[in-house]
């Protein structure tokens, strides 16, 4: 597979390299192909959004010629690693470890390409971790001072903190991950290892721990290896990314709807939406400034949002669902809310209050001034004859001006729901059974 000698410049162009152990990478990279890895701690079923920089990063790697490994961390898992966490992980049991790495390689493989001349591939740490406690210290332990350990971040920030300290289990965390890149390295050639900037501190360790157990051996290194971060995804006015009142914002669509993605996407203020189709998409140089120079002459437009939602949501859900969020999106304002199956108007409506009711009110009919004054849409039947007169009630998006209307079973939609709407964005979902 023929090596694209821009990879390096590309990834600096889009942000990606923040911190970068030796500037020879540049050179490597447009000359050789190499083995990368980034790794995947199973503390969730899935992978959340912000994890796609990573993941995409590996696949730019991949589609560069270069060799990718993802590494899912059955072993380090079981430890939790201390980066950027204030306070010490809750230990998972085994048949939660086991859960969620069967969860986060059926994510991850959705990215990368696992077949084909140049295959990318998946592994367990806990492979590996086979010797016993005393052999670890022994092999590993003896190339790491603790000067140097509580020297990195993610250990001094947690010393720092008198409340919450870190346990010796997670000051070891390092080492491990450091081992996974001395394996990795031994015996898949790996010289890369990517990660976000939290994970400089174990990233470096293994840089270190690769030279200095070559030189152990008696063999010194002839080549370099490398580590690269990424920084960490942030919003423009420094607030955390992928978190909503809602919740996380995850790549798995039982876990948030691609309806819901879609949505998070578009409402990517202008600040950051330009950052974000750099870090998340695929689309070139060109496409991307094309973009900027909307959102600066016509940002009303919203343009660059639309294109990243639609490109994300094709990469992560595939184009039938990325057509689904588009039709709801659009249904949301239009009659074409008549038009949604079960499951997208309820995406649709997630946000909305609900109610219910037995569908046999609706036979001979029940009265919308009823039903607008039981949803608390309206205060009294008067308010709510009112609005009617002025034109802010609608019946599954469609206006409704007369006091006399009644809802009935040709109401309905997605088999049992009627969307009631006050005014431009206040809604109330009934539900009829």
């Given at each position: 597979?023929?090596?694209?000698?821009?990879?390096?410049?590309?990834?600096?162009?889009?942000?990606?390299?923040?911190?970068?152990?030796?500037?020879?990478?540049?050179?490597?990279?447009?000359?050789?192909?190499?083995?990368?890895?980034?790794?995947?701690?199973?503390?969730?079923?899935?992978?959340?959004?912000?994890?796609?920089?990573?993941?995409?990063?590996?696949?730019?790697?991949?589609?560069?010629?270069?060799?990718?490994?993802?590494?899912?961390?059955?072993?380090?898992?079981?430890?939790?690693?201390?980066?950027?966490?204030?306070?010490?992980?809750?230990?998972?049991?085994?048949?939660?470890?086991?859960?969620?790495?069967?969860?986060?390689?059926?994510?991850?493989?959705?990215?990368?390409?696992?077949?084909?001349?140049?295959?990318?591939?998946?592994?367990?740490?806990?492979?590996?971790?086979?010797?016993?406690?005393?052999?670890?210290?022994?092999?590993?332990?003896?190339?790491?001072?603790?000067?140097?350990?509580?020297?990195?971040?993610?250990?001094?920030?947690?010393?720092?903190?008198?409340?919450?300290?870190?346990?010796?289990?997670?000051?070891?965390?390092?080492?491990?991950?450091?081992?996974?890149?001395?394996?990795?390295?031994?015996?898949?050639?790996?010289?890369?290892?990517?990660?976000?900037?939290?994970?400089?501190?174990?990233?470096?360790?293994?840089?270190?721990?690769?030279?200095?157990m070559a030189a152990a051996a008696g063999k010194p290194l002839d080549h370099e290896v490398y580590g690269l971060c990424h920084p960490l995804v942030s919003k423009a006015d420094g607030t955390k990314f992928g978190k909503t009142e809602q919740g996380t914002i995850w790549l798995d669509a039982g876990r948030t709807s691609p309806y819901a993605f879609y949505q998070f996407l578009i409402q990517t203020s202008d600040a950051d939406v330009i950052q974000y189709l750099k870090y998340f998409t695929f689309l070139s140089r060109p496409e991307v400034e094309a973009l900027e120079a909307s959102?600066?002459?016509?940002?009303?437009?919203?343009?660059?949002?639309?294109?990243?939602?639609?490109?994300?949501?094709?990469?992560?859900?595939?184009?039938?669902?990325?057509?689904?969020?588009?039709?709801?999106?659009?249904?949301?304002?239009?009659?074409?809310?008549?038009?949604?199956?079960?499951?997208?108007?309820?995406?649709?409506?997630?946000?909305?209050?609900?109610?219910?009711?037995?569908?046999?009110?609706?036979?001979?009919?029940?009265?919308?001034?009823?039903?607008?004054?039981?949803?608390?849409?309206?205060?009294?039947?008067?308010?709510?004859?009112?609005?009617?007169?002025?034109?802010?009630?609608?019946?599954?998006?469609?206006?409704?001006?007369?006091?006399?209307?009644?809802?009935?079973?040709?109401?309905?939609?997605?088999?049992?729901?009627?969307?009631?709407?006050?005014?431009?964005?206040?809604?109330?979902?009934?539900?009829?059974?």
């Open positions: 597979m023929k090596l694209d000698a821009q990879l390096f410049e590309d990834l600096e162009w889009r942000g990606i390299v923040k911190l970068l152990t030796d500037d020879s990478l540049a050179k490597t990279l447009a000359t050789e192909p190499i083995t990368v890895y980034a790794g995947f701690d199973p503390t969730s079923d899935s992978l959340h959004i912000g994890s796609l920089v990573p993941v995409l990063t590996l696949r730019r790697f991949q589609m560069a010629g270069h060799r990718v490994i993802a590494v899912v961390g059955g072993a380090t898992g079981m430890i939790g690693d201390p980066s950027g966490k204030s306070a010490e992980r809750s230990l998972l049991t085994a048949d939660i470890l086991a859960r969620n790495q069967v969860g986060i390689t059926q994510v991850i493989s959705r990215f990368l390409d696992l077949g084909g001349p140049n295959p990318a591939s998946v592994k367990n740490n806990a492979d590996w971790f086979k010797m016993s406690f005393v052999d670890f210290l022994r092999d590993v332990g003896k190339h790491f001072t603790v000067n140097h350990m509580m020297a990195k971040d993610s250990v001094r920030s947690r010393l720092e903190d008198r409340d919450h300290g870190i346990s010796y289990t997670e000051f070891s965390y390092m080492l491990l991950q450091a081992y996974d890149f001395h394996v990795l390295h031994d015996e898949e050639n790996c010289r890369l290892q990517i990660g976000a900037t939290d994970q400089w501190g174990n990233i470096t360790a293994g840089t270190d721990l690769i030279r200095r959102v600066q002459a016509t940002p009303e437009k919203r343009e660059a949002q639309r294109a990243l939602a639609s490109e994300l949501v094709r990469l992560v859900h595939g184009e039938a669902e990325l057509a689904r969020a588009e039709k709801a999106s659009s249904a949301l304002f239009s009659t074409e809310i008549r038009d949604l199956d079960r499951p997208t108007l309820l995406a649709v409506m997630g946000g909305a209050p609900q109610a219910t009711k037995p569908k046999s009110i609706l036979s001979p009919g029940w009265s919308v001034i009823d039903a607008l004054v039981e949803s608390t849409l309206c205060a009294s039947k008067g308010a709510a004859r009112k609005d009617l007169v002025g034109g802010g009630v609608y019946v599954n998006n469609a206006r409704i001006t007369d006091v006399a209307a009644v809802l009935t079973e040709r109401d309905l939609i997605a088999g049992g729901f009627v969307v009631l709407r006050k005014g431009k964005k206040t809604y109330h979902l009934w539900v009829f059974n």
